[in-house]
């Protein structure tokens, strides 16, 4: 007979490779996923809107900036 902890600790190894590539696609493209992904649109009007005016055609001010 087989071992029984060894199809335990095969099923752990398992989940921690594919954890382990889930977060590996998510450092690789971190503004692609929107469930995790970083607001990219809000930052950029946030740094747009404090670098220029709010008068200047350039600044983003038609996005709406509430977390």
Do not use: V, W
Not at 16 to 25: H, M, Q, T, V, Y
């Amino acid at each position: 007979m087989h071992d029984p902890g060894g199809a335990f600790i095969g099923f752990i190894s398992f989940i921690g490779f594919i954890i382990a590539e889930r977060l590996g696609a998510f450092t690789e493209n971190p503004f692609k996923d929107g469930l995790y992904g970083l607001p990219i649109n809000r930052i950029c009007a946030t740094i747009s809107e404090n670098l220029l005016s709010i008068d200047h055609p350039l600044s983003f001010t038609d996005l709406d900036l509430t977390p």
